[in-house]
């Protein structure tokens, strides 16, 4: 299924796609990501990851980045102090990696995304999403929406279309640890 951004029942369908576990393509303000929802339900979000993986053909080790509606909402998931000069950057093209608040020797990766559309899908969803980039696993990312619907039309339940996304970078991934680390510069510069 295909459907655009613009059009007014957009976030109510992927929100009520993603609740039932299904797996959808949706712009964000970096570039296009395969999403599924994370879930409290370990066999649910555990199909959700496997289904993602597949439809990827990527590696079941490598960890999704989780999108989160609203700064502050990081403090669900750990009880690390991210300093308000990090937190600033949010809503944006930022990733950050955190130690779990369930697990303090796991990590996570969040980013609450620029994008106001994609922000109020995942409040609707009331659970972060995972997100990956559009593209096979060791692939080019995909910038435009026919190579999108081209490649994932068959693989995905819903692909959202918001134009092409052209020579758009990834998100800047960081991590807090001890001191913080740039893991990956992408879109956004950032001064530490």
């Keep these: 299924m295909i ?11 992927c929100k009520n796609l993603l609740s039932q576990g299904n ?24 199909n959700v990851q496997k289904k993602i993986i597949n439809v990827k053909g990527r590696d079941e080790s490598k960890k999704m980045i989780q999108l989160i509606s609203s700064p502050l909402d990081i403090y669900k998931y750990t009880n690390q102090k991210i300093p308000n000069s990090i937190l600033s950057y ?9 130690k779990s608040k369930e697990n303090p020797s796991e990590t996570i990766a969040f980013r609450c995304p620029g994008d106001e559309w994609l922000r109020d899908v995942i409040y609707l ?36 279309l918001d134009g092409d996304k052209k020579n758009s970078l990834p998100s800047t991934i960081i991590k807090i640890d001890d001191e913080i680390t740039v893991i990956r510069e992408g879109a956004l510069k950032i001064k530490l």
């Design 3 to 13: 459907c655009h951004k613009s059009d007014s029942e957009s976030k109510i369908l």
């Design 125 to 160: 969803c009331n659970f972060p999403l995972y997100s990956t980039s559009a593209n096979i696993s060791g692939l080019p990312i995909l910038e435009t929406e026919k190579e999108i619907v081209n490649v994932f039309e068959n693989l995905v339940d819903l692909i959202v």
């Design 90 to 98: 949010w809503p944006g093209p930022l990733t950050i990696i955190v």
């Design 23 to 46: 797996i959808v393509i949706i712009p964000t303000d970096t570039v296009y990501g395969v999403s599924g929802i994370v879930s409290d339900d370990k066999t649910f979000d555990k």
